[in-house]
């Protein structure tokens, strides 16, 4: 098997993992306002209007933070596959020269 297919089988477990342990998110007061301001439209200077905004559309396919979750889950672990391919030697992996 070559390194990339065992980076691919890590994530996949790694994902299933995560979500298993997190599932289904946890949510502070900060979380709960974030999701009131995507509900109404009505956005405060308190936390980013973006997040609100990809929150709203996110509750707009599926209501509740499971989405959020799994977006928050899926940036994370393609960070780590990035990190990994620059960090770990081999065949594939991004050279900076560095």
Request: aromatic share 14%; charged share 15%.
């Amino acid at each position: 098997m070559d390194r990339t297919r065992y980076m691919l089988i890590i994530l996949i477990v790694s994902a299933g993992l995560l979500f298993i342990t997190f599932y289904p998110g946890a949510m502070s007061i900060d979380s709960y306002e974030q999701l009131r301001q995507a509900r109404s439209g009505q956005f405060g200077d308190w936390h980013p209007p973006f997040m609100a905004w990809v929150w709203r559309a996110f509750d707009a396919i599926l209501q509740g933070s499971i989405l959020m979750l799994l977006a928050q889950l899926g940036l994370y672990l393609f960070s780590l596959w990035a990190i990994a391919r620059v960090a770990l030697p081999g065949p594939d992996s991004v050279r900076l020269g560095l």
